[in-house]
Nanobody, 121 residues
Framework: QVQLVESGGGLVQAGESLRLSCVASGSIFSINDMGWYRQGPGKQRELVATITYIGNTNSADSVKGRFTISRDNAKNTVYLQMNSLKPEDTAVYYC???????????????WGQGTQVTVSS
């Protein structure tokens, strides 16, 4: 089994920063892409940012220039640095990872339980 655990969420004021972390643990052979998604009140879950094993990144237009995704492959950890936060960034943030648990088995996507980020105006 594979577990993803997020941390770092909280309540901040507009303009402030937060750093989210997500650690993958369990029966891990390799991890390919990792990413962050979010789901605001009454909204669909949406992509925030993704990062490949070698560090290529992709992010939503709404967070470009404010959020930065990074990872530490040795620690099976992905980070999301969020600067200049806005009230519209308020959401539950989820991490995911494409994991192989054995070299003979294909990749499967795992999700964390989510961490709440609330930005007050």
């Amino acid at each position: 089994q594979v577990q993803l655990v997020e941390s770092g969420g909280g309540l901040v004021q507009a303009g402030e920063s937060l750093r989210l972390s997500c650690v993958a643990s369990g029966s891990i052979f390799s991890i390919n892409d990792m990413g962050w998604y979010r789901q605001g009140p009454g909204k669909q879950r949406e992509l925030v940012a993704t990062i490949t094993y070698i560090g290529n990144t992709n992010s939503a237009d709404s967070v470009k220039g404010r959020f930065t995704i990074s990872r530490d492959n040795a620690k099976n950890t992905v980070y999301l640095q969020m600067n200049s936060l806005k009230p519209e960034d308020t959401a539950v943030y989820y991490c995911n990872a494409d994991v192989r648990t054995d070299w003979r088995i294909g990749r499967k996507t795992y999700w964390g339980q989510g961490t709440q980020v609330t930005v007050s105006s």
